[in-house]
């Protein structure tokens, strides 16, 4: 027994494994005397055996199994495959779940370049708009314009003429011996309004003899000459401020019009660079090459064969490249004749240009002899109109200081049509309180016009009335004159 133990083989210990983590395979006990009859199988080689234990991740020895088992290895199998199949099903449902998720990806990238397709057109729209507001925008005139000359109004020129006592319309004969007389009459009627006054001083004003009125006269007369030379003054002032003021206007416009003249030049300068020059329908068209001719000629050929256009030119390309020039020369000689009758047809067309450019020169020469005889025509007018309102306005001043009017003379009566037009005008204005008086005058004419003669009899009765209360007044006025002078 002690022999057969001996003789034994013992079960060798595994070769350590490389990895440095790898535990180390425990050592099989001496195997005892009882075992020695348990049929052993042949020793393991070692080289399997770390093999077997770097599969398991540690030192452990495999377990071993017995030889020419069949169901382990049925057994190993079914689990491998069932393993495998596992592991397929896992990968295909990942595959599916990464294309769903891939689909929706590319739906969202498509969406998303959609929407900023059209942010871009939106924002590629509000450039050109922006661009054609910089463009009315961008007239910026780069002169200093004249500081305006405040004309004075009625309002400013009453204020002022209140301030200063030389520019106050001077009191009447009349009015200068009322101030004298005002205490006399009011110490002898102490109780009297300012109605009874004034009638009580007009009835004693009558009784006044010239002598006694002429220094009162005298004293108005010589105001009165400070007053017409200082309103005189003013109105040439005023005249002179405002043609000022209308040439500084006429200056500031027409250099407003010079700049934006030159501004609209060169803007349409720009726009004809960035536009396509329209083409004239009258120019002849430039003629075509040999090539050219050729490729209509083969292009039908080539399109009833159900040809691409690309095709088609790839085709008569490689054609013409292929060609000799016996084959050239027909074409060639068909776009020599066409280039000779384009430059013909080209000179006709120059002259006529010529012409048409020459007969606008003339036509717009004579326009401006017409318009520069119209303006002349129109200045002389003017100057003739302006002479004789000076004119006129010297002689009224001149009889306006020669003759010494007399405030007791009765005055001339109103016509028809004044009597009617004061009437209207009181009504109209409250009818209308913001109407312009040119506009009232204007509707009061109109309506005189349009009123028969029934209607138009009132008037002429009351001033036919107040006619024959003047003649009579006048009349008695005279037969006073005389009687004084006698």
């Not at 939106?122 to 708009?129: A, G, R, S």
């Not at 054609?319 to 000799?324: G, P």
């Not at 002349?376 to 010297?394: G, P, R, Y």
Request: aromatic share 6%; charged share 40%; net charge positive.
């Amino acid at each position: 027994m002690a022999a057969a133990t001996a003789q034994m083989p013992v079960a060798a210990e595994p070769v350590p494994s490389k990895k440095g983590r790898s535990r180390k395979a425990l050592k099989p006990k001496n195997p005892s005397a009882n075992d020695t009859n348990i049929d052993v199988g042949p020793a393991a080689d070692p080289a399997t055996e770390s093999s077997a234990g770097k599969e398991n991740g540690g030192g452990f020895a495999h377990k071993k199994t017995k030889k020419g088992d069949p169901k382990a290895k049925q057994k190993q199998s079914s689990s491998e495959d069932s393993c495998f199949e596992r592991e397929l099903l896992e990968m295909q449902e990942k595959l599916e779940k990464l294309t769903i998720e891939k689909e929706q990806t590319e739906e969202m990238l498509k969406a998303r370049e959609e929407s900023l397709k059209q942010k871009d057109q939106e924002q590629e729209k509000l450039k050109m708009e922006i661009k054609k507001l910089q463009k009315i925008k961008e007239f910026k005139p780069t002169m200093a314009f004249p500081i305006g000359i405040s004309i004075k109004g009625e309002d400013q020129e009453k204020k002022d003429k209140k301030k200063d006592p030389a520019k106050k319309k001077p009191s009447p004969p009349y009015v200068l011996w009322c101030k004298d007389q005002w205490n006399e009459v009011k110490k002898a009627n102490p109780d009297a309004d300012f109605k009874t006054m004034s009638n009580l001083l007009g009835t004693k004003w009558k009784t006044v003899t010239a002598e006694e009125k002429r220094p009162y006269e005298d004293t108005y007369q010589a105001e009165r000459e400070i007053y017409l030379k200082i309103v005189g003054n003013e109105k040439r002032q005023h005249e002179g401020m405002k043609l000022l003021e209308e040439e500084q206007k006429q200056k500031a416009a027409m250099e407003l019009l010079e700049q934006y003249l030159e501004f609209k030049q060169e803007t349409e300068e720009e726009n004809k660079k960035k536009s396509k020059k329209e083409r004239d329908p009258l120019k002849p068209k430039k003629p075509l090459s040999a090539y050219f001719i050729f490729a209509n000629e083969r292009r039908k050929a080539l399109l009833k064969v159900n040809k691409n256009v690309l095709d088609v030119a790839r085709i008569t390309g490689e054609e013409w490249k292929n060609m000799n020039e016996k084959q050239r020369g027909p074409y060639e000689q068909m776009a020599l004749k066409n280039k000779e009758q384009y430059t013909q047809e080209m000179e006709l067309y120059k002259q006529k240009k010529e012409e048409e450019s020459e007969n606008l020169r003339k036509e717009e020469d004579e326009l401006m002899k017409l318009q520069k005889q119209e303006a002349m025509q129109l200045l002389k007018k003017k100057e003739k109109t302006e002479n004789l309102i000076k004119k006129s306005k010297a002689k009224c001043q001149k009889e306006k200081g020669e003759k010494n009017v007399d405030p007791n003379k009765p005055k001339k009566p109103a016509s028809s049509f004044l009597l009617f037009r004061n009437e209207a005008m009181k009504r109209l204005a409250e009818e209308r309180p913001g109407i312009n008086n040119s506009t009232l005058s204007a509707l009061i004419s109109v309506k005189w016009k349009d009123m028969s003669e029934d209607e138009k009899k009132v008037w002429n009765n009351k001033a036919g009335e107040a006619m024959e209360v003047y003649k009579k007044e006048i009349e008695e006025y005279n037969k006073k004159v005389e009687g004084q002078n006698n």
